[in-house]
């Protein structure tokens, strides 16, 4: 009766992970195919569809010509909120990418950070990734190692997986700022905990993480429309601490807003008013 699209699954993958190629990108669109044929019968016959943010909501509405309501993710935030934002003399000097362990996820610009670092004065700074395994994480590990020692930069990335909730969130809390290298994600369970954390964000414009997390406001994150953007961003958030400081604060404040409690609520509701009467 109820289907929650947590991200725009009758979307080609060349649109939507532009960086898979090979064999991943023939899974990518057997995935999809498979899709277009079995699950749009359910998305036709639901009785109501929701998605997770205005982004996914965009995008599947013009494939299945129907009204699609929107209910924010719950996020966990109750390990986060008993602890107070770490102000910026605490922080460490890394930045901190959350994200799982696979290819479509363009971990490989990482490597285009450890460029920028150098190029801005970073050297004595790290990016740490933070993530999940999936059945590809070593060879990217691998490569994205091997390519940072060749070109000098091998103390400065480094990988922590499968960390617990706390681990995480103390990693998150001492970090300087949080960037979120995958663009067009529907949504973005990471930014909102980095936020939570009182971690200014740096996150693609092309997603809902810009368009439904941060609102759209530059007061809440920075957002990059390319490479050359998030140098720029990187570059602003270094250099001025008062800017650290409003993102650090309006980031907290509306992180605040995506907690599970609203969620129940609102999809709760939701269901009552357009199904059970």
């Known amino acids: 009766n109820v289907i929650y699209l947590h991200f725009p699954v009758l979307e080609n993958p060349r649109e939507y992970y532009t960086n898979l190629h090979g064999v991943y990108y023939a899974s990518a ?8 044929i079995f699950f749009n019968k359910y998305l036709r016959e639901a009785d109501l569809i929701i998605a997770n943010s205005k982004y996914t909501k965009q995008l599947a509405e013009k494939k299945i010509k129907r009204s699609i309501h929107v209910v924010y993710p719950p996020v966990n935030l109750d390990v986060i909120s008993d602890q107070k934002p770490l102000p910026l003399e605490s922080r460490d000097k890394y930045f901190l990418i959350i994200s799982r362990i696979s ?3 363009q971990l490989e610009r990482v490597l285009y950070l450890l460029h920028v670092f150098n190029r801005i004065g970073l050297r004595d700074w790290r990016i740490v990734v933070a993530g999940s395994r999936s059945r590809y994480s070593d060879a990217i590990i691998d490569y994205i190692l091997k390519n940072a020692t060749r070109m000098g930069y091998s103390d400065n990335v480094e990988f922590k997986l499968d960390l617990d909730k706390r681990e995480l969130v103390d990693l998150t809390r001492k970090a300087y700022a949080y960037i979120h290298l995958t663009e067009r994600e529907h949504f973005g369970i990471s930014i ?4 939570a954390c ?3 964000v740096i996150i693609p ?3 809902g993480g810009w368009i439904d997390i941060a609102d759209m406001n530059e007061d809440v994150a920075l957002p990059y429309s390319d490479l050359r953007e998030l140098e720029e961003k ?3 958030i270094v250099n001025d601490e008062d800017k650290w400081f409003k993102l650090s604060l309006n980031g907290y404040n509306r992180a605040k807003i995506f907690n599970r409690w609203r969620y129940r609520e609102e999809i709760t509701k939701i269901i009552e008013e357009n199904i059970l009467y």
Not at 29 to 36: D, F, G, R, W
């Open 29 to 36: 669109y057997l995935y999809y195919i498979l899709n277009n």
């Open 103 to 105: 290819v479509e996820k």
């Open 192 to 195: 909102v905990e980095a936020m």
């Open 198 to 200: 009182g971690t200014p």
């Open 205 to 207: 414009r092309n997603s």
């Open 234 to 236: 990187i570059r602003l």
